[in-house]
């Protein structure tokens, strides 16, 4: 991680501040001294700072239930930030995990571990994201097939990567994508002459959404580490 990273994960400082510690020759790294913010340092490494060795809080990984008429944004807007339900300590410091849109609810990632996020969110990763999805129009039996082979979306050049659908009743199935484009189950549906009128992801991974609405939890170790 960057210095100026781990100074921020270690102290109180903000990251203009451990900069500003750092360019000033404040922060050694194993005996010597660091004045680039962007230095790569390694757990095992020796940071001191202010006569004492600095130690990174450990990363955070949590699951919400994410209600609707909340934004998948760190601040409030035209609805209230989903961090409004999360009273955790520095819940700046958390990113969100593939967002959802504001009239969707259900399973949301947070972490601070940009690496893990990255591990979840990258295309090359088909992470498949499993949503409940209720229609206007009762399902058509052969929308199962066109999600299998790909649909044509608006404004993108290639179609949708495989998806798999399973029929609940008349107007709810089940849809498992394993891409992230923007509205991705809404387009889908408008490709297929349908509308989306519920949205709700029950699904990331192998990760069920195991909380309360509104609530959270931390994941745990095993949990965590099955995105690596
Ligand atoms: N697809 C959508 O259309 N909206 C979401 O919030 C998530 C997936």
């Known amino acids: 991680m960057r210095l100026d990273k781990f100074l921020c994960k270690s102290t109180e400082l903000t990251r203009i501040a451990a900069t500003q510690c750092i360019e000033l020759g404040e922060v050694s790294v194993n005996d010597n001294v660091i004045t680039e913010a962007r230095f790569q340092v390694h757990e095992n490494n020796c940071v001191v700072w202010q006569g004492e060795r600095l130690v990174a809080r450990r990363s955070r990984y949590i699951m919400l239930h994410k209600p609707v008429d909340t934004l998948s944004s760190n601040v409030d807007g035209d609805y209230p930030s989903l961090f409004r339900c999360i009273d955790v300590d520095r819940a700046d410091d958390l990113h969100i995990v593939g967002r959802l849109d504001a009239d969707t609810s259900g399973l949301v990632l947070l972490t ?12 090359e990763k088909q992470c498949p994201k499993t949503y409940r999805v209720t229609l206007r129009d009762p399902i058509s039996d052969d929308v199962a097939a066109k999600f299998l082979v790909g649909v044509q979306l608006q404004n993108e050049a290639q179609l949708t990567a495989p998806a798999e659908l399973t029929r609940v ?12 484009k923007y509205h991705q189950v809404k387009r889908m549906f408008a490709a297929v002459g349908n509308r989306v009128n519920g949205l709700h992801r029950e699904q990331i991974g192998s990760l069920q959404l195991d909380v309360e609405l509104a609530q959270w939890r931390y994941l745990t170790a095993d949990e965590v580490a099955k995105f690596l």
């Open 169 to 180: 009743t008349e107007k709810e199935v089940l849809l498992t994508i394993t891409e992230g």
């Open 112 to 123: 601070d571990d940009g690496r893990w996020s990255f591990e979840i969110i990258r295309p």
